[in-house]
């Protein structure tokens, strides 16, 4: 134990496995979360590492996702997160899905027990005080307007902010499973085992049509200081979707593709919507890719519109919440420490990384690199071969090399070195041209892995 504490701003997915790693680095931790003496926009409890959006971790195929891959790299490094997660999951074909409550549960409780762990439960205004000098912000997409405006100008910049959107949830009693049914895309097999994993309800083209015609027409959320956000790609409203041209849907969150309804086994769906489970019972599912700003009133008529949701009750209705993140790439070095304010780091969704895992990506380094300084050694992040390694790249001047300005990104294969697309497999066989593409990706996979685990033993 040492003298001098981390500070950690922010009890998140980020500021959770950020205290983890450092606490249990040896180091002594005091985790600053406001709530619940002052609540946000989108949190709903008190709990650590409560989820906003979606329940989902995405892919758990570290051989050919990159998200998958950082799962794999984030458990190697002893994440609290990915262990909660683990213990967690709830079935969503081959992604990982977790039922949030238990999951923040979870988290909540082993950081509360940890030896080297205090939770206080108060608000950081402004800039962590002068003798605080080692510090972890990790305030995500909800950073407290006093704590933002600090930062600004301590730093000169401005933060740049846009929005996530956040998706209905549905009771499963709710839906009409005379129209619906159970299937993966493709009858992929899942972590879990299950194949059918998802709910699907499918439409017509007359239906689709309609679908799109209130879609659009819909009331919006309507915010005079929120215009011309730059939304992030992977998380646009569905309205938004659906202004860009009215087949966008149909080729993305509402495609028809690798599903077939079993009571019309020849009649192909115009378009599909498809849920996913939400909570461990099976009781919740999410509405995926549903994002939306349509006012409350507007999002009950519209969504029952889809086939098998006609009598639909929602457990939670869509909304929208501002995200603030740094200009990093300008601001931040390579440890994640802020240039004006060294002994300031950063870490989570603030930095200029997008999801889930990329946030409590950060935050495991953060804490890592934390405790290393409060325990008078020194420690580089992993090198750029490995997920961990290219998002630190991205966020402290990797996107500077592209130009233009930088815009929030989640982990995939672009960030990492690229290597050689493999011809033939280990026994020397051709590989199947389609699949070269995967098989590049597990070489890719298997070099990060073998170059994180040379970092963990250094």
Known sequence: MISHPIHIIGGGLAGSEAAWQAAQAGACVILHEMRPVRGTD?????????LVCSNSFRSDDWEGNAVGLLHAEMRKCGSIIMSAGDAHQVPAGSALAVDRDGFAAAVTAQLMAHPNITIDRREVAGLPPAEWDNVIVATGPLTSPSMAEAIAALTG????SFFDAIAPIVHL???DMGVAWRQSRY???GPS???AAYINCPMDREQYEGFIDALL???KAEFKDWENVPYFDGCLPIEVMAERGRETLRHGPMKPVGLTNPRYPTVKAHAIVQLRQD???????????FQTKLKHGA??????MIPGLKDAQFARLGGLHRNTFLNSPKLLDRQLRLKAAPRMRFAGQVTGVEGYVESAAIGLLAGRLAAAQALGGDLEVPGPTTALGALVDHITGGHLLNGGSFQPMNINYGLLPPMETPRKDADGKTIPLKMRGRAKKRLMSLRALQDLDGWLAG
Request: proline share 2%; glycine share 12%.
């Open 217 to 219: 027409a819909g009331p």
């Open 193 to 195: 085992g299950d194949a």
């Open 187 to 189: 009858d992929k097999v």
């Open 279 to 289: 909570n461990a019972l099976g009781r919740l599912w999410n509405m995926v890719g």
């Open 157 to 160: 910049e401005g933060s740049l």
């Open 42 to 50: 989108a949190h709903q409890t008190d709990s650590l590492a409560e």
């Open 299 to 304: 999002q009950s008529d519209v969504f029952r």
């Open 173 to 175: 009693e709710s839906i």
